[in-house]
C-alpha cells in the first residue's frame, strides 16, 4: 500500500501562484510514477500532470502547458505541483495518485489517491 496526502491549497486570484505538496509513504518503491488529477463540481477528473519517479520524465495537459510545473524530491518521497498564472477555470479539487507500472495520463491506472486539495481561483 502507499499513502498520499496532498497540501498546499487555498484561495488564490487570478494570474498568483500555488505550489501543492504530496507526500507519499508505505512501499513508496513500488511506485513507477505519480499524477496530478483535478476536479471541478459537475465535471469529470481530468489529468494535470504526470512524473515518472525516477529519471523525471513529465507529461502535461495542454490546458496547464507553460503555466504548472511538476517536480519530485525522491529524498522526501514528494511530488510537486507548481501552478502560476492561475485562472478561474484551474479552480478544482487536486489529487495525486500513484501508478505502479507506467508514466500515462488515464486515471483508471492509478493505483493509489490522496484524499485532495482544493484551489480557488478568484476572478
Known amino acids: 500500500q502507499v499513502q498520499l496526502v496532498e497540501s498546499g491549497g487555498g484561495l488564490v486570484q487570478a494570474g498568483g501562484s500555488l505550489r501543492l505538496s504530496c507526500a507519499a509513504s508505505g512501499r513508496t518503491f513500488s511506485v513507477y510514477a505519480m499524477g496530478w488529477f483535478r476536479q471541478a463540481p459537475g465535471k469529470e477528473r481530468e489529468f494535470v500532470a504526470a512524473?515518472?519517479?525516477?529519471?523525471?520524465?513529465?507529461l502535461y495537459a495542454d490546458t496547464v502547458k507553460g503555466r504548472f510545473t511538476i517536480s519530485r524530491d525522491n529524498a522526501k518521497n514528494t511530488v510537486y505541483l507548481q501552478m502560476n498564472s492561475l485562472k478561474p477555470e484551474d479552480t478544482a479539487a487536486y489529487y495525486c495518485?500513484?501508478?505502479?507500472?507506467?508514466?500515462?495520463?488515464?486515471?483508471?491506472?492509478?493505483?493509489?489517491w490522496g484524499q485532495g486539495t482544493q484551489v480557488t481561483v478568484s476572478s
Open positions: 495518485a500513484a501508478d505502479p507500472s507506467r508514466l500515462r495520463i488515464s486515471d483508471r491506472e492509478y493505483d493509489y
Open positions: 512524473i515518472r519517479w525516477r529519471g523525471g520524465n513529465t
